[in-house]
Structures are given as C-alpha cells and as structure tokens.
C-alpha cells in the first residue's frame, strides 16, 4: 500500500494562498475577509478535524489585507489550531449562546478594518454562512460602520486552480479508488446483497489506503435512474448492472468518480449506452484547453450524448470542480460559461437516459494542463465490464 504524498502542506503554501488573496482584496478595496465553513477555514489555515460533524460551535477566519489570518473560535480548538502556521488565535468558552464569539469577532475586524471598513464574506452559490441569522444580525449590530460585501469570486477564483500539492493529494486518491474499482470482480458477486456490495467496498478502498469514504452512492438492478440512493437489502441477480460511485478522501482531497459492472451478462442497452457515454467523455477530454468554457465542455459532451439516442438527462451539469470537496466550483452546463484555466481540477460525467427509468452515468477526473487534461482517475474501458 502507498503512503502517498507528505500530508498537509508547508508553510509557504498557505503563504501563497493568503498574498494571492490579499492581492485580491485590495484590488477589491476591501479590508479583510471573513470566513466561516470548513473547506474556506481549512484552505487559508491548515485546520484538519472532522469535529466540524457537530454543529453546536460556529468558527471564524479573518484574513486581513496584510499578515496572517486571525482566528476567533471556541476554545476546544485552541490546540489543534496552534499546529497551524496561524499566530493570533483568540477564543471563548463556546457553546455560550448569548454570545458565542461575536463580540470577539467583532472586536477583532475593528481592528483589521478600522472603524468604517469594508469585509468580504462568500454569499454566492455553493457557498453559507455557518452562523446563526440571529448571531449575523447581532454581528452587524456590532460592527455598524463596517461594510459586509459579497467576496465570492475571491474565494471561489483561488480554489478553482489547485497547486501542484493539491493536485498529487487528489491524483493519490484517485489512484487507490482506480485499483478497488479494478479489483471487483474479485471482490463481489451475484447473490450479495446492495448493502453488502457497499460495505465490501468501502473497507477495501480503506485498506487500500483511504482516510474516509464519507461519499459513496449508487444501485444495482437490470435498469435504473435513482443514483444517489442509499443501499437496500435488494439481492444483486444475474443480469444486473451495479454502479458505485463515490467521493473517497485522502488527506482531506477527494476523488468522485464512478463505474459500472453487470454481473453474468450485459444487456444490449446497456453495452451501448455504455459506449455513448465513454465516447462523450472522449469528446469532452478532446475539448479540455485552457481558454475553453465549461459551457464548450457541455456542449462537446451533450452533442454525442444527443447523437447517442438519449431520451434525457435530468441532472443538470455534465461534471463540476473537485478538490476539498466532493463537488466544487465549476459546473459543466450549457450556460455557466467559466473559462477553464491551467490548474483546474475537474470532473466530465456525461450521463444518458438510455431506456425509460434507465441512466446510465460515466465520470473521470482530471487536471488541465497547459496542452489539455491529465487524468487523474484510470481511463474506464470503453466495453461495459462482466463480473462472471
């Protein structure tokens, strides 16, 4: 088994991260930048715990126009974020709901912005203020000269284009879900139930070297278009399809990709829907550049998907960004129209309604290069693999 690349990143990752964001807020005119979810916290500090799972405590990040982010969080965090390159970490007893680090927080943008600043906090898509209303009201009650802008294109520019460090975390990952998905037919068979097929191969992909497998969704049956399910104690029979597919982690990066499998046969349907979608993800790969849109992706992608014979597809997008999380910023749409630049990590996952009630989905990941992807997760054949 691999260990995989160094875990967590150097010092002067976060370095890089934080002046590119400066440089960004000043271009804005803002004074700092508020955070307060876990990937955003995660991303400009290094603060790694899966304690974000509870809900009770809020968190919070500033990072000034000049310097280090300052923390203000509850004080169970105090250790854990003094492992951090972070230096001003201030803290409360939390939970304290009269004020669970408000007057705190507000005290420390009064310093970082002054009296009458300006401070952008993410309020676009894919993106929530992990606070209650009520303690957003009170904070702005307590910073009433303070200007609270939406700064969704700063952090949403910087996670876009991952680095070098980044990018050999999710290509670990990648690798290690590749070979469990390789190794299934050895691994199931007919007569095992949804439930069991899942739970085999989430404990193989851990023995494989995983951290997590937090995301891991699919269905078996001759047909069907519920993907996201959980497992049932249905009976996987002869003449199903099953497919997994999951967002496993190592090192807080994620993959998310999926594949299919019939067991004893395949049906002609299927076959060909198969080869439709590994053939849109081929057009998709041969679109991927620098300079080209998501929306030239979709469209690359949903004319074979529509020469194919698909009777739809429902899902909205044909893949999205990857990183820290199991989806990110891009989507692959008809109109989204984000230029796609080196760095990026991204998902193609064209899918199809092949017969009715029937999808049939197909995802690889990858990384744009200067000169087109690198993927990231093995190529899939292009035949609909037989588990005999």
């Known amino acids: 088994m691999s260990t995989g690349p160094p875990r967590g990143f150097a010092v002067a990752e976060y370095e890089r991260r934080a002046t590119t964001a400066q440089a960004m807020l000043a271009e804005r005119g803002l004074d700092a930048l508020l955070v307060c979810t876990e990937p955003e916290v995660r991303y400009f500090t290094g603060f790694f715990t899966p304690f974000w799972q509870s809900p009770t405590r809020p968190w919070f990040v500033l990072l000034p126009r000049e310097g280090r982010p300052v923390a203000v969080i509850p004080g169970i965090g ?3 974020m003094r492992e951090t390159w972070v230096e001003d970490i201030r803290t409360w007893p939390a939970p304290r709901p009269a004020d669970d680090g408000i007057s705190l927080l507000a005290t420390a943008i009064h310093e970082v912005a002054g009296r009458k600043g300006r401070v952008g906090v993410p309020m676009g898509h894919e993106t929530h203020l992990r606070m209650p209303l009520a303690d957003w009201a009170a904070l702005q009650g307590a910073t009433p000269g303070i200007a609270f802008e939406d700064a969704t294109s700063i952090v ?7 680095s070098e460090a980044e990018i050999a975390k999710v290509a670990h990952v990648c690798g290690i879900v590749a070979d469990a998905f390789e190794g299934l037919p050895q691994l199931l068979s007919a007569g095992m139930t949804e439930r069991g097929a899942f739970r085999a191969f989430r404990i193989d992909l851990l023995e494989r070297g995983a951290d997590d497998v937090p995301y891991l969704v699919g269905a078996s049956g001759p047909g069907f278009a519920d993907v996201i399910k959980q497992p049932s104690d249905r009976v996987i029979e002869e003449g ?21 499998h019939a067991f004893g046969r395949a049906d002609d349907g299927a076959c060909r829907a198969h080869e439709v979608v590994w053939d849109a993800t081929e057009a998709g790969l041969a679109m991927l550049r620098p300079g080209v849109t998501t929306s030239d992706l979709w469209a690359a992608m949903a004319a074979v998907l529509d020469e194919g014979g698909s009777l739809g597809n429902d899902v909205g997008r044909l893949g999205h960004g990857l990183g820290m999380q199991v989806t990110e910023w891009p989507s692959n749409t008809r109109d989204d129209g984000t230029e796609i630049l080196e760095g990026m990590v991204l998902t193609l996952e064209p899918g199809l309604t092949w017969a009715p009630g029937c999808m049939m989905l197909h995802e690889e990941n990858v990384v744009v290069r200067a000169d087109g992807p690198e993927l990231l997760s093995r190529r899939a054949p292009r035949d609909l693999p037989v588990i005999t």
């Open 78 to 80: 105090e250790p854990a």
């Open 156 to 162: 949403r520019g910087l996670r876009m284009v991952k």
């Open 240 to 260: 199903d399809l099953l497919m997994f597919d999951t967002g496993t982690l190592f090192d807080g990066y994620s993959s998310d990709f999926d594949r299919y």
